[in-house]
């Protein structure tokens, strides 16, 4: 067969019929039925001209984008159900769902949130859940809660056992509804920057923003703060939020606060340019209340 200059995928729709089949098979196999539907009319089709068997391919990408969308609102269906199944997550879902929807609506919010985003500042003990109701909006200040206790010192994580908290940017990664601390949530903490600048060995892990107000390297809150929070995030979470940016500073890059930074920490070199590598994410966000996305150099340094 003359191969033309897009080689077999032109000439052989029957070679790309058993690939996508096969990917379907991978993707529907809880779905007996979808799948030996879809084949079945696949292979009706392909009786018919090179053509309409294009046509049907263009079809079959449709239809996978549109299955997709399908298995995550599954995916998320499940998700809120073996959450609330917990009894604290289902305690945290009656006392503050409903409260949190007025105050959503006293702020022009929809509710449930579909895109949140968290910062903290760790010299303020402070933690913010900003809120946007579509991907276009800006972030609006929804709520501050008090960070009940830190260890460790201004400046990134590095090694296991430093008991520093960490500052980056991170996302949250794990609900857990049955934490030692009340209910907590996983940080995606060591991101990129973090092995390659701390201990590649042991860089530590297993930071949570949680509750019980005690804390080696975490976020805690009172309980009462992260039943709001975790009810929160968990509403994003069944509305299609996959990742919820959490960012931690070590304080506000506003004029006090790099003050304080430049007086304090004046010879230490490394924390200094840490710090304005970090302010330049905070700088957008302050001026546009949009986010960056974050990626990384080769050195470990943040690129937006």
Not at 114 to 142: G, H
Not at 215 to 225: K, R, S, Y
Not at 275 to 282: E, S, T
Request: charged residues 20%.
């Amino acid at each position: 067969m003359k191969q033309s200059k897009y080689g077999c995928f032109i000439n052989c729709p029957a070679t790309i019929g058993l690939l996508i089949g096969r990917g379907l098979y991978l993707s529907f196999s809880k779905n007996q039925y979808l799948y030996d539907s879809f084949i079945n009319y696949f292979q009706y089709q392909m009786r018919f001209s090179l053509q309409k068997a294009y046509s049907f391919l263009a079809f079959v990408l449709i239809f996978f984008t549109g299955s997709v969308q399908i298995f995550a609102q599954a995916d998320n269906s499940n998700f809120k159900n073996y959450q609330l199944a917990a009894p604290r997550v289902a305690k945290a879902y009656a006392q503050y769902n409903d409260l949190l929807k007025k105050q959503f609506e006293a702020k022009g919010l929809n509710y449930p949130p579909k895109n949140i985003y968290i910062r903290a500042f760790k010299a303020q003990n402070e933690l913010e859940i900003w809120v946007k109701n579509n991907d276009n909006d800006t972030f609006t200040l929804f709520k501050q809660y008090k960070i009940c206790a830190l260890s460790g010192s201004l400046g990134p994580k590095r090694w296991e056992g430093d008991r520093q908290v960490p500052e980056g940017y991170y996302f949250i990664s794990n609900f857990n509804p049955s934490s030692d601390f009340y209910l907590s949530l996983l940080l995606s903490y060591p991101n990129y920057s973090d092995m390659l600048l701390g201990n590649k060995a042991d860089p530590g892990g297993d930071i949570y923003i949680h509750g019980g107000c005690v804390t080696i390297g975490c976020l805690p809150m009172q309980d009462e703060g992260i039943q709001e929070i975790y009810t929160l995030c968990l509403n994003a979470k069944i509305n299609g939020q996959n990742n919820i940016p959490v960012h931690i500073f070590p304080t506000r890059f506003n004029k006090a606060g790099l003050n304080f930074l430049g007086r304090e920490y004046a010879d230490d070199v490394n924390r200094q340019r840490f710090w304005i590598n970090l302010k330049a994410g905070y700088d957008h966000f302050e001026r546009t209340h949009t986010l960056y996305p974050v990626m990384y150099n080769q050195e470990g340094k943040y690129i937006y």
